[in-house]
Structure formats: C-alpha cells, structure tokens
C-alpha cells in the first residue's frame, strides 16, 4: 500500500509539472496539438495527454508554430462535439480552422506493450488533410525501470525529431559514407553521391513549417572536368498537391551555383537534377542551400 501511494504522488507531482498552462508562442503557422490515442497495448489512458504535454512544450521551445493550448483546443472540440475520429473529415477540418484559424494538427498515438513503447505523430495540414511531418519511435521498455522516465524522454525525443528537417534523395551511392543529410550539414568536406550509373535524380529538405526561400546555392566537389557537377537542373518547391519551379537552369559550367528567384514559400524544397556538365560518375553535391 505505501508502494502504491508513493507512485501516485510521483505521478501526480509529475503530471502536476508537465500540464503546467502553457501560453501560446512564435508567429508561425495556428497549429492544435490533440490528445495522443492509445493503441491496444496495455492501456495506460494516463499517458494520453502526459505524452501530448510534452510534446507541446518541446514545439513551442523548437519550433516558431503559434501553438493554440491543448486544453483551449480540446474544449473547442467538446463544444463542436467533435471526437478524434471526426478530425480526419475534411468538412470537420475546415470548420475547425474557421472557428480558431487552426492552421495544422498535430495527431498522435501510443502503444505500450509487454516489451516496447511506441510513439508516432504527425502534422496535417487541416484544410488539404496533406501530411506536413511525420515521426514513429521504438523504445524498449528495460525490466525494473521507470515507465513515466520512458514516457517523458521518448515524448520530448518525439517532438524534437517533428521540429527537426527530413532529407530525401532519388538515391545514394553508399547509405552511410555518401548519405544525402551529408549535403545539409556544412561541412564541404562531405557529400552526397547518388548511385553509381546515376546522371539524374533530386535530393530534397522537408521542413517540419513552412519556410520562403528567394535564393539557392550549391558546391559540388566533382573529380574534375565537370564530372557528377548538375549541368541543367530545376529549384523546386512543393505546394498544393505538386512540384512548381522556383528556377530553371541550363547549361551551368561551374561546380559553385548560386542564383535568386522570387520568393517562394514551401515545408518542402528540392534540386532536380537533369544532367551533368560531363559524364564518367553519378551526380555529386557537398552544400545545398536555401535562402
């Protein structure tokens, strides 16, 4: 019985500390932040809004969203007697957006089981239904340890990887010597080197907000002779359901390229590369940029 009070009060004090009011922060993008729904598992309907707190906290202190207070948002659910399962309705979407000039979502699930924790969320943009970001997270729970500690630091590792860019490519040579985070992450020394035979692809940057950009820039260590140096490329942003091109370049003879471009606004940015300035190796940045 002592054992079992002791518990509590931890988990009060905890729950006490963590659902501290949170006032809204940055000048982004009106984003709500939902209860996080448990997924089978050993059903800790506790970990429900800890876990959404959390996460919270970590993207008002790393991100710029203007982040509506859970408990604000939720009551405004109530009052619309909407439940999570209605969100995914676009009409139910819409009208949210209309009452709080909600921008995005931010959706959530958990699953506690006998041997691991899993946490997964995402950002939906809640006038197209489009995913923004998305983030899962695997922990296993070690016998004898703290699940609150599990719950809590897995929950802030969660939402700093939602606040933190994605990186894709059409493909990479080597997944770890020539990975393409290698051409984000200033340092010239590195690069990433698309798959041998490979004189056409794209490298993208997602961002977890919407950034506007009216300028790129790339470095490319080619060996020489203008071998795997972007030759005739596009500078394109995603929005609205498809790629646009922010700048078309033809015929480009040096291995440092920079130029500027009306400013446009997108979470997802992207060189696509449609040939190279002389053949004989696959398509080679070190720095991509965006301004």
Same mark, same amino acid.
């Given at each position: 019985?002592?054992?079992?009070?002791?518990?509590?009060?931890?988990?009060?004090?905890?729950?006490?500390?963590?659902?501290?009011?949170?006032?809204?922060? #940055?000048?982004?993008?009106?984003?709500? =932040?939902?209860?996080?729904?448990?997924?089978?598992?050993?059903?800790? &309907?506790? +970990? @429900?809004?800890?876990?959404?707190?959390?996460?919270?906290?970590?993207?008002?202190?790393? @991100?710029?969203?203007?982040?509506?207070?859970?408990?604000?948002?939720?009551?405004?659910? *109530?009052?619309?007697?909407?439940?999570?399962?209605?969100?995914?309705?676009?009409?139910?979407? =819409?009208?949210?957006?209309?009452?709080?000039? =909600?921008? +995005?979502?931010?959706?959530?699930? +958990?699953?506690?089981?006998?041997?691991?924790?899993?946490?997964?969320?995402?950002?939906? *943009?809640?006038?197209? #239904?489009?995913?923004?970001?998305?983030?899962n997270l695997s922990k296993v729970?070690?016998?004898?340890?703290s699940l609150e500690d599990l =719950?809590?630091?897995?929950?802030?590792?969660?939402?700093?990887?939602? %606040?933190?860019?994605? /990186?894709?490519? @059409?493909?990479? /040579?080597?997944?770890?010597? +020539?990975?393409?985070?290698?051409?984000?992450?200033?340092? /010239?020394?590195?690069?990433?080197?698309?798959?041998?035979g490979t004189w056409q692809g794209?490298?993208?940057?997602?961002?977890?907000?919407?950034?506007?950009?009216?300028?790129?820039?790339?470095?490319?260590? #080619?060996?020489?002779? #203008?071998?795997?140096?972007?030759?005739?490329?596009?500078?394109?942003?995603?929005?609205?359901? !498809?790629?646009?091109?922010? !700048?078309?370049?033809?015929?480009?003879?040096?291995?440092?390229?920079?130029?500027?471009? *009306?400013?446009?606004?997108? %979470?997802?940015?992207?060189?696509?590369?449609? @040939?190279?300035?002389? &053949?004989?190796?696959?398509?080679?940045?070190?720095?991509?940029?965006?301004?």
């Amino acid at each position: 019985m002592k054992a079992l009070f002791a518990n509590t009060a931890v988990l009060f004090l905890f729950l006490s500390w963590i659902m501290w009011p949170i006032s809204a922060q #940055g000048e982004g993008k009106r984003l709500g =932040v939902l209860k996080f729904e448990e997924q089978g598992g050993r059903k800790h &309907p506790v +970990y @429900s809004e800890i876990i959404a707190d959390v996460v919270q906290n970590q993207i008002i202190k790393n @991100s710029s969203y203007t982040v509506i207070e859970r408990i604000e948002f939720e009551k405004i659910l *109530d009052e619309q007697r909407l439940q999570l399962k209605d969100i995914f309705d676009a009409e139910n979407r =819409v009208r949210l957006g209309l009452i709080k000039g =909600v921008e +995005y979502l931010l959706i959530g699930r +958990y699953h506690i089981g006998r041997e691991k924790l899993r946490l997964s969320a995402r950002i939906v *943009d809640i006038e197209t #239904g489009v995913n923004i970001t998305s983030r899962n997270l695997s922990k296993v729970i070690t016998r004898g340890s703290s699940l609150e500690d599990l =719950v809590f630091s897995s929950s802030r590792e969660l939402a700093q990887s939602l %606040c933190a860019p994605q /990186y894709r490519a @059409s493909s990479e /040579y080597h997944p770890d010597k +020539y990975k393409v985070q290698n051409a984000f992450d200033n340092d /010239y020394s590195t690069f990433w080197w698309a798959a041998p035979g490979t004189w056409q692809g794209w490298i993208e940057v997602i961002f977890a907000e919407e950034r506007t950009f009216s300028k790129a820039k790339f470095i490319s260590n #080619g060996s020489g002779m #203008g071998k795997g140096v972007p030759k005739s490329f596009l500078i394109e942003y995603f929005v609205n359901g !498809k790629w646009e091109t922010a !700048k078309k370049v033809r015929g480009n003879s040096m291995p440092h390229w920079s130029d500027h471009f *009306d400013p446009s606004t997108s %979470c997802r940015w992207r060189i696509n590369i449609d @040939s190279l300035i002389a &053949p004989g190796e696959p398509i080679q940045i070190s720095e991509l940029m965006f301004e």
